[in-house]
């Protein structure tokens, strides 16, 4: 089954800012790169390197021819030296390609204590809040201070307008935004200044770092669940699917409420699941189909190397992209019948967010006809690899798939389009709800609404 790489953030550095509002810390950015150009040729070797493991063959991207597309690239770097966050963020004028045709591929700057390159996480420290992307705008999606509130606009930080950063990030729905505050020339700060819009104010506030740690954790539990009797239903979210067991057990229990109640919606909310496990996935959808059995894969290869030898390949074969062995495919699942619960209607809200193997399990929904897809549509190619594995590019971690699927699917162009479109709208968030729920919610109570943009 799919795994994701999580990005984990392992070390900040801590930079003095130009306002007399921050304070010089004993961490700076990491420059021992400026010794260091970026050329074609180095992005040439990169990609050699990652053909002897990708599935995919690299000879185009975008619908251009790889050589000319390095070429023309190529010729766009800085001839100067540059430090890390400029040489991934040059670096990534091919990268994006790649990331484009596997959403998995992304480089993920190292956080590093100057000069001995240790970790030091206790001592991260990132502004306190989570962010919501549409378009240009970034949005307080998750406030974890009392100066700010959800649905704030943010115009700036550390008097950094907000797209600059944005520039150098890659588009989540969903932001983390100590790293997006740190993709921006490795920068990360004791305390904030942070601009804002509220409720068509201009507004500013100056707010201490969170702990990374305490970041994480405010994140909230891989799943919660709840009913909402004014709408008679369920609601349950998967952030991530790890821990299978546990969110099962939680799972279990909201719908055994909802049995009590009489309640027959239920909505599984993945709009913010990257992926994870498939550890039990057929156990889910057992609760809401009758089917003996579900269509998954129809076909999975690799590009044979150490990597995927495991499968059963051998060195004679290295370099080779086959199908895995039919009995290391799942081909499709079994359900277990005795925990359907009849009537069950499920809707599964989703975003571009959504990926891996959530994204998989969005798609066995609308497939299998068994759950109906609401929200955006899914990243191009979401249901296309899998198999995580990483590498290094000048010292910066980056993360590929090693296995390529072929997803029963009603995708077209590999994009997984939802059943209800409801489009994320930023001046619909600046109210400080949620709209594409609280719209899927209106829907439920009268089906002729429709949410096209």
């Known amino acids: 089954m799919k795994i994701f790489l999580f990005e984990v953030v392992i070390c900040f550095l801590f930079l003095s800012c130009s306002s007399n509002v921050f304070v010089r810390e004993q961490y700076i950015s ?21 053909k002897k493991y990708h599935p995919y063959s690299f000879d185009s991207l975008g619908g251009r021819g790889i050589d000319e597309l390095i070429e023309k690239i190529g010729k ?9 966050a400029e040489l991934v963020f040059q670096a990534r004028k091919l990268m994006d390609f790649i990331n484009h045709e596997d959403p998995h591929f992304r480089i993920i700057p190292v956080f590093r204590k100057f000069p001995e390159l240790k970790y030091k996480t206790a001592s991260i ?5 989570r962010g919501l992307c549409i378009n240009d705008s970034l949005l307080v999606y998750s406030p974890y201070d009392e100066g700010l509130k959800r649905g704030d606009l943010i115009k700036s930080i550390n008097d950094i307008p907000v797209k600059e950063y944005l520039h150098y990030y890659y588009r989540d729905r969903y932001v983390d935004v100590g790293n997006l505050v740190w993709y921006f020339n490795y920068r990360v700060y004791p305390r904030y200044k942070i601009d804002f819009i509220r409720n068509d104010e201009e507004n500013s506030v100056i707010i201490e770092g969170m702990p990374y740690p305490n970041y994480l954790v405010k994140g909230g539990p891989f799943c919660e669940g709840k009913i909402i009797p004014g709408y008679s239903l369920g609601y349950f979210k998967i952030r991530e699917f790890e821990n299978n067991r546990y969110i099962l057990k939680k799972f279990r229990k909201l719908v055994d409420e909802m049995t009590e109640k009489g309640y027959s919606d239920l909505i599984i909310d993945l709009r913010e699941n990257t992926g994870g ?7 889910f959808f057992s ?3 009758d089917k003996d059995s579900l269509h998954y894969l129809k076909n999975a290869k690799a590009r044979v190397s150490k990597i995927t030898k495991d499968y059963g390949f051998d060195e004679s074969q290295y370099g080779q992209v086959l199908s895995l062995p039919s009995e290391k495919v799942f081909h499709s699942f079994a359900l277990d019948s005795s925990l359907f ?7 599964v809200l989703i975003s571009r967010t959504t990926g891996s193997i959530a994204a998989s399990f969005a798609n066995i929904c609308q497939y299998n006809g068994i759950g109906t897809l609401v929200g955006e ?20 971690p980056f993360a590929f798939s090693t296995i390529q699927y072929d997803e029963y699917t009603k995708a077209k162009d590999g994009i997984v389009r939802p059943d209800i479109p409801i489009p994320y709208i930023a001046r619909e968030y600046m109210k400080g709800g949620d709209p594409v729920l ?3 919610l209106e829907y439920l109570k009268d089906e002729k609404l429709v949410f096209f943009q």
């Open 438 to 440: 609280e719209k899927l």
């Open 341 to 347: 619960v009849p009537n069950l209607k499920v809707y």
């Open 30 to 50: 990491y420059e021992e790169k400026q010794d260091t150009v970026l050329t074609g040729e180095r992005i040439d070797l990169f990609i050699n390197r990652i």
């Open 76 to 84: 766009s770097f800085p001839t100067q030296k540059m430090n890390d």
């Open 277 to 283: 496990s498939g550890n039990d996935l057929n156990l």
């Open 377 to 396: 549509q899914l990243a191009p190619n979401a249901l296309k690899y899998g198999e995580v594995a990483s590498g290094e590019f000048l010292d910066n």
């Open 125 to 129: 420290t990132v502004p306190p809040f």
């Open 287 to 289: 609760f809401f189909s």
